[in-house]
């Protein structure tokens, strides 16, 4: 034992000389024990032997052998260990306009929240009306990518053929004047020569074949333009005014889809706001936060998306969160045997988890360190979450075991003491303790079975105490 008064884990169940094992139990006499500093300086607790005090009145037990029973005891509520989590689908916050009470059994189809549609019905008609202008501009767009395509083929099959065949018409025709002046010019050098006609005329025909070589060369010009430049560039543009249409299209398309999605997320959010239970089975409300003094989900509640509004326990799997305090928590662990104590009945259940990290701890549980441990329940008729439980985990159990009353024992910094009664008068023993519960400690040695032991040893060690003054006065 250590500390002051050798602070003990849990109610404790001791049977004295009973064989028939921990589950019979008696309620030991709990009397504080009050750790004592060093005596006074320079004092010496020489006596082992201690005379009677013949106006003190000495309470005693007989060591004997039993069973020792050491738990920690602390209370918690029933869960389901398998809960169907029924959640809010509706995007941002919601405001509950019904709520099913809390422990009603439904059947399949059997409203269980309604949300508040006001906003929603506005969101949907409005994504209604977008989809309807997103389809127009889309046929729009369609309408101009078809166009678009209709253009380059006119141009290449058409506009562009006729112009080519006009210049080319043209071009020949200026190729026959080219010739015809040409014959001109040779047929009137001639004549000049034999004195028929002037140098004049011969200057004239001479003229006209340059023009006409020129208006040749004009139209060849042309043709090459058309071909290697203005068909480019008209091509360019068309095929920009195409291209430009398509991704219009597919932005339209986009669009379209989106607001298609929007209008479709927006109706299931309306159909949503009216959530239904999709099987049989008992619905309970989620448990609120402790420092909360109403639940979550209530008639006007604001709620949020995902937000758990209701569950739906499997009743066969059920257990129990206790806390378990961080002076304690080391001699838990998983496997330990743990009595379940309900209203109507006792189970014996096992522990099966310990928390690695503690829950927040703040003024609504008085700044009390716990870590969370899970209670495993076999499966038993009539269990239901929230019903109040107390959980016994089951320690140690020592058998036959020499036991001392906690009230019988005194801790100073030399050792664990007790007085033993003798035919002489009481006598100091020094104790070799094991563990131990709120109302006896296994003795590991310093006893032996049918001793007498004081149980209110203090009167003995004050008059040490005075005597260890006295001496030192």
Known sequence: MTGAGRKRLAVATMENNQPSGFRSRWIGITIGVIAVAALASGAVFAPNMLPDN????????????????VTVTEQGTLESSNNTEIKCEVRGFSTVTWVVPTGTVVEPGDEL??????VIEEQYSLTKTNTFIATATLEETKANVAKNTIAIDAYKKGRFRSQMQELEKQLAANKRNLRSARKMLSRSEVLFKRGFVSDLEVQSNMFTVTQAELEL?????EIKVLQEFTQKMEMETLQGNLTASLSKRAADEAGLAMEKKRRDRAKQELEDCIIRSDRKGLVIYPSAAAWKQTPDITEGATVRKDQVLLLMPDLDKMQVKVGIHESMVEQVRPGLKAIVTLPDRTLEAKVTSIASVTRPAGWWTGNVVKYDT????????GLKPGMSAEVE??????????TIPVAA?????EGAFCWVKTPEGASRRVLKLGDSNDVFVVVQGGLNEGEEVVLNPMV????????????SG
């Open 54 to 69: 013949d106006e003190a009145t000495e309470l005693t037990h007989t060591i004997g052998r039993g069973n020792l029973l």
């Open 113 to 118: 929240v309604r949300l508040d549609t006001k």
């Open 217 to 221: 060369q004009v139209k060849e010009t």
């Open 374 to 381: 899970i209670i495993e329940l076999p499966a038993d008729q």
């Open 393 to 402: 985990v089951i320690l140690a159990v020592h058998e036959n075991e020499l």
């Open 409 to 413: 024992v005194v801790e100073t910094e």
């Open 460 to 471: 003995y060690l004050s008059e040490a105490e005075e005597d260890a003054l006295k001496t």
